[in-house]
Structures are given as C-alpha cells and as structure tokens.
C-alpha cells in the first residue's frame, strides 16, 4: 500500500492561513497571490492586484485581522465577442491575521504597478535595565 499526501503544504487550512476568496466574490476562484515578508522593524504585505486604482481599495483592522478588499466594477457590455478570455478585472478580497506585536497606528499601504505594499511595523520594546543595589 503506498500513502499519498494530500496536501504538501504545512498550513493549508489554518485560518491566518487562509484566504476568503470565492468563486462568488472573484469571479475566477482563484487566490490573490501575495508575499508576506518580516524585517527587523516590520512585517510587509505585497498583494499582486494589476488594474485597480488606489482608490478601489478599502484597508480595514479589527481584531488582529488585516482585511484587504477591492471592487472590481461592473464588467463592459458590448458587442465584442472574445475568441479567449483569461483576465477581466473581478472583486477581491484577502485576510490576514497579524501578531500582537504589530504597532496598529503606523500601518501604511502604498499601490505602484500593480502591487499593493501594506506595511506593518513592530512595536518598540521598551528595554528597562537598571542596576539594583544591595543594602
């Protein structure tokens, strides 16, 4: 008997995980890709989200919750019959679950070709050291 793995990925599933893509909310079915980068002062979302204007965006946090949303407006009526269709511009929609340790007042967003960069920086620790005396 051979066993198969199902799923190679370790956290599919897990809701920080997960993505709330739908059929019914893009169009397609599929997911936005994006990357999720950590550096010494920050933590940095980058969504790959071409044809969108910054303003189609709403950026929303609640409960340790990064949500990301776009309307991808009404799709063109004509009378242009498409040979093959691969993109048109749909909904979208993606969540994150962020750590506590994320400084919720300095998130930025910033949207240049087609990528939406939010960044998330790290609360300063404050370090107290102070030598105590014996008496």
């Known amino acids: 008997m051979t066993l198969i793995r199902f799923h190679n990925q370790p956290l599919t599933g897990y809701p920080a995980n997960r993505s709330y893509n739908s059929k019914e909310q893009s ?10 980068i950590r550096t010494g002062e920050a933590i940095i979302a980058e969504l790959s989200v071409p044809g969108f204007n910054k303003e189609d965006f709403n950026i929303s946090l609640e409960h340790q919750e990064l949500k990301i949303t776009a309307k991808g407006g009404e799709q063109e009526q004509n009378e242009d019959r498409y040979l093959k269709r691969e993109f048109f511009r749909s909904d979208v929609s993606k969540s994150f679950i962020i750590p ?36």
């Not at 079915?29 to 999720?36: A, D, E, K, R, W």
Request: hydrophobic content about 35%; aromatic content about 2%; charged content about 30%.
């Open 100 to 135: 506590k340790t994320v400084d919720a007042e300095s998130i930025s967003a910033d949207y240049k070709n087609g990528i939406l960069r939010v960044e998330m920086p790290l609360k300063k620790e404050a370090k107290i050291t102070r030598e105590i005396r014996i008496n």
């Open 27 to 36: 169009g397609c079915g599929c997911t936005v890709p994006s990357n999720i």
